[in-house]
């Protein structure tokens, strides 16, 4: 078996079997096949895309490149979430307490954001104090006790699919069906929870454009799941604008405490973490999605989730009076009277990376402090001269940019129609 045999017989339409798929990764992840070899091989899966059985055998291939996660010393029953990325997404920071709170575990791995804006490890790191990076025996005793320990993704899990993710987006082949179900697939597995729930966003600000693809590939990593024994629940959501009204890492640590202690709840997050939660706790403790979403509720509005939220942070070293929130502001004003119909996730985000939030082009380290905080969110009225949003910034900032804000929020006459941000739900 060598490489060029492999490739080719991709190229020629046939289908490749597990040997020759984990012939590819393992060399690949190796070193030893190419950068530019690997390429053509991702591009050919890009270009033809997979049958279910190849998709498969991609996923367990990488699995078996890292580590799979030992849970075992955890005495409750661990339930896992993950999302395909969205502009404003703070779920994780609020499902985990009202999940914990109700006696599951969340025993959860984030990342840090490559892209436009931070990801949940970069948010938590905006917290002075707060340890991504729990050794083992910690991280096993803090579930055990509090229900929650979130920490940072280490090197050591499907090393794979980090080397081929970096190169599928230099050569621009991320969204691809097959390719997206094994990377998130191998992870999730790999993470050990046996209850996988995935909100899979849908719209302007994420991978998947349309619904139907977004089907196509819920149902690839339900089957993935199932050979692997995990409960997986898909719920496709609408990413078309920001999620709440806070994006930048710090600003969004304040609007998950708001919104645990019940100062400030945005609608459609609310609807996505309760809809999360129940499903959640609902797989995890094996009663109905009804009952479920009333627990989600009650534990939400009784304040338990915020206590288990001060508990959770506390316990990993976190002072949330002291957030690494340093910024000044600008506040943006509407040029005239209507409603939002739109918020473009995509430019909004792409202004919160120009203000130092992400890690796009050569920036390593990103500004906590800085980002925008909406004072109108989709569907709210709006006067003419009345505060839209505020801009928080460290360096220099733009004109443009204030330009750019106002350009990305349409304001129209009468009330929009509101859509639902739940698409469907796929298990
Ligand atoms: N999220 C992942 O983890 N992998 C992808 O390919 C796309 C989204």
Known sequence: ???????????????LNYEEIDYVITNFTKGIISEDEMSKFIMEIYKKELSFKETLYLTNSMIKSGELLDFSGINKVI??????????????????????ASGLGVAKMSGRSLGLTGGTIDKLESITGYDVNLDKEKFITQVNNIGIAVISQTNKIAIADKKIYALRDKIGAVDSIPLIASSIMSKKIASGADIIIIDLKVGKGAFMKDTKSAKKLAKTMIKIGKIWNKKVVIILTDMNAPLGKSIGNALEIKETIDF???????????TLSIEISAYMISK?????????????KNILETNKAYETFKNWIQSQGGNLEELKDKAKTIEVYSDKSGYISEIDANEIAQICNEL??????????????????????????????????TIYYNNKINKHLEEKLKNSIKIIGIKPKEKNIIISVIS
């Open 1 to 15: 078996m060598n490489f060029n045999e492999i490739l080719t017989k991709k190229v020629n339409g046939k289908k």
């Open 284 to 296: 995890g403790k094996n009663i109905a999605l009804k009952k479920a979403k009333n627990l989600a």
């Open 79 to 100: 339930v896992d979430k993950h999302s395909t990325g969205g502009v404003g997404d703070k779920v994780t920071l609020i499902i985990s307490p009202i999940v914990a």
């Open 356 to 389: 130092g939030s992400g890690r796009t082009g050569k920036r390593i380290d990103i500004d906590y402090g800085v980002g925008i905080v909406l004072n109108k969110t989709l569907y709210d009225e709006i006067k003419k001269d009345e505060l839209l949003a």
């Open 260 to 270: 645990l202690n019940g100062t400030y709840r945005d609608k459609r997050l609310k």
